[in-house]
């Protein structure tokens, strides 16, 4: 029983960490936590998926069908019943997690954890969370009132559930933490989605870019830092004709670029957040029908990050995984189309030097005058103290969310952020109408709504059409603008207007029969607009190309196998360079032993292998210490990216930058493989004396931790999946495929889907992590995708929502 190992672990608990690995304070008394009557005990039981149940404002039955995973087919007589179920469902299942995200995000942690908390909520409040999720429901409210009816339909889903609990049927989560459900509100949804535009903005580089280009000069930025890596296989094909784009790009002003030093940044997302999809046409298909698949690339946390659904009307009828506390399904499929999202990782957010008038900052300089400034007080309720209140200051660009009592430099200086985030968007039209989207023509018209964060949309048809659009609402750049930080007192330096949406780049119906993106560059340096590499992808994405380029066509095992490809690029095109260039006159006889073990390696990150340890080890060690100049107190810095770090081995191996700053002696490449390989063989000797074998499996001990890191028993630990980051199958520690999905568009179209987790938020129920041992091995289960609800084949159980 899960509870008795936890009951043993907790007494080993010291604190607990929010989903960022961030620890803030202590576990409340556990008097009432294990109260017989309203405690844990309370929650170990099986879900109710039978009867009949009573929501208020339903205007028809309802009837919710589960299948053998406890997925949810709701049919429903019209929209707003069906997003009414849609939220009653989901808070069914997981109504813990939909709150805590919508906490984090608006900055509320302090109310639940306690003062370890602040710093965290302070930097939501300063990145203008609530800012952007207010400017969205206005932009719903203005532009299209049928949202906001769905979205308070599914609002009153998730309250009619609520307010059927007692206290001892709240999550075990509420009680482990010592708070309540609080009603759920349209401002919840519209901060859940601007958690996810922060988590996927992209890379936010331009503060420390900054403080490199001022240390290094442009000649060497340059080099370490490239608009375009010498090698390139975008996303859009190259050589694509962008001659139809008339659109003027913006001129670059002469003003000069602002060159402060800003000693630290905040936390950030982490900047691998990406994904994979693809979809060959019916010409490379073996059946003829396209074929789509997508896996995003996400943290691994338990309850999952998707809760999977069919959500039906007489008009529409979609399946697939939908975010806990948003409308419709993000990454699934309908009776006519499927459709999936990688991330994008366009720079649409920019900082911008502000001058204040004097220290009061209620006006700052702008175009040769003084333009005033607006002051939100944010108050941060913190658990069992006084609340804090910190005063933001809002400029025309945004927030300012660095200044002298928050990370920054003077009284009368600050940096503010302009981000595409704050616009306000209608990304929930864009979703719901990719679920009832009939054809090409209207998955293009749903993507109009789409702003941020920047998504490579790819789609199949069953009419036979492919596609991939990147999409998402992006400033007309000149060139190098928002690499660094900008003045923002020069109206030269504001954004001028955006790229039409037609001119984003897309491909229809390739000559090549497929279409994929991995989070590479989007494009080649023929596309007009102004794109800087922002730290794109450079070995998935060649690895799902040379595939779909090396035969004809492709069948369904095919497609698994591409999912849980393990065959690392990145480490076949730098060791057989090391090998060659490594002098081992000084191995001993145990550093020669595991020399020869990874040059026997085939280059495949699978579980059984010693190799993929040695390597993780030694490129952990080797990247660091190649860069430890920008190892700087006081500076924020960022390393060279990965594929520029290899390029500099390879072609200035006797750069200074191979110098190791702390021995006399001048060291080259050559040097640095050496010493890190020793290095690495020492450690892992010591880790194997502690842990035993340090195969692929045991060393990288995958785990999907639960979002307060905290609770073991609630997480599950050294799954048998291979990979890493920079594998298509980018299972790392605690971060990799979130979501497997595969369609054939069949009429209507057949499926495969799995995700590391289950369809349950209870710990104690058999859904809550029943998926995780298939994900791990490359299974999936079918998509049972009913047509009729009156079709019972494939249902467990029955439950029917009434008025």
Known sequence: MKYLKFIASLLLLIGVFFVLDTRFGSVPAIGEFLNPAQGIWQNEQDESITGTIQIDGLSNQVTVHYDENLIPHIFAQNDIDLYRAQGYITAKHRLWQMEFQTHASAGRLSEIIGEKALNYDRAQRRKGMGYGAENAIKKMEKDD???????????QGVNSYIQSLNPEDYPVE??????????????????LLMYMTDMLCGGDEDLEYTNALRLLGKERFDLLYPDFFDITDPIIPKKTDWSYIDTPITKTPQSELPLDSIAETMIKP?????SNN?????????SGNPILANDPHLGLNLPSIWFVMQLATPEHNAYGATLPGALGVVSGFNTDIAWGETNATRDVKDWYKIEFKDEHRVQYKYNNTWKNTTIKVEEIKIHGKKSYLDSVIYTHHGPVSYDHTFKGNGEKEGYAMKWVGHIGGNNQRTLIDLNTAKNYDDYLKALQHWVAPAQNFVFASTSGDIAIWIQGLFPNKWEGQGKFLMDGSNPEHDWQSFIPISNNAYSKNPERGFVSSANQHPVDESYPFYIFNDGY???????INNFFNSKNTFNIQDFKDLQNNNYNLKASELLPYMFENMDVSSLDQGELELLNTIKAWDFNSDIDKIAPSIWDLWWKKLYPLTWDEFDLDNTALIDPYTYQTIYMFKHYPEDDFMDILE???????????????????????????IHGNYNWQAYKGTYVGHLLQGLPAFSRFNLPIGGDRNTVNAAAENWGPSWRMIVEMTSPPTALGIYPGGQSGNPGSKYYDNFIDRWAVGEYFKALFIQDQNNTEGVISTQTLTP
């Open 270 to 274: 982490d900047p691998n957040n990406g």
């Open 537 to 543: 992808e450079t070995y998935r994405n060649r690895v």
């Open 663 to 689: 021995t006399p002696k001048k060291e080259t490449a050559k040097d640095l493989f050496l010493i890190t390989f020793k290095e690495t063989v020492k450690e892992l000797t010591e880790w194997k004396k």
């Open 174 to 191: 509420y009680k482990l933490l010592g708070y309540k459900p609080e009603p759920w509100t349209i401002k919840k949804t519209a901060y």
């Open 145 to 155: 009132p049928e949202v906001i009816d769905f979205l308070k339909a599914y609002s």
């Open 278 to 286: 693809w979809a060959v046409s019916g010409k490379k298909s073996y």
